[in-house]
Nanobody, 127 residues
């Protein structure tokens, strides 16, 4: 059973940085594309970034392009989200997720394309 555990959230001032981590267990991490989503109060869950299982190809939402960087370390079964130049509107609970399908190529921005989710980590950006 795949399990995901996020960490690294917290309170930061606008313009600051945070790095989120997500540790994967219960499967073959290198077989899954991984994604990050976020959900603000009263809002729907929003796609942030995705990294492929094989070639490191990445995809970002326009709202974070140039500020956030997704990466993975297959030796550590961990996916990261480096967040720079944070804004108050980045405040949300951040979730990592594993693709529903193994070995899938291409973009996947819908939450329905991810089968396993972490518990989330709170990120709060003060102005």
């Amino acid at each position: 059973q795949v399990q995901l555990v996020e960490s690294g959230g917290g309170l930061v001032q606008a313009g600051g940085s945070l790095r989120l981590s997500c540790v994967f267990s219960g499967g073959t991490f290198s077989s899954y594309a991984m994604g990050w989503f976020r959900q603000a109060p009263g809002a729907e869950r929003e796609f942030i970034a995705r990294i492929s299982w094989s070639d490191g190809r990445v995809d970002y939402a326009e709202s974070v392009l140039g500020r956030f960087t997704i990466s993975r370390d297959n030796a550590k079964n961990t996916v990261y989200l480096q967040m720079d130049s944070l804004k108050p509107e980045d405040t949300a609970i951040y979730y990592c997720a594993a693709d529903t399908l193994l070995f899938r190529h291409g973009p996947a921005r819908s939450s329905q394309e991810y089968a396993r989710w972490g518990q989330g980590t709170q990120v709060t950006v003060s102005s």
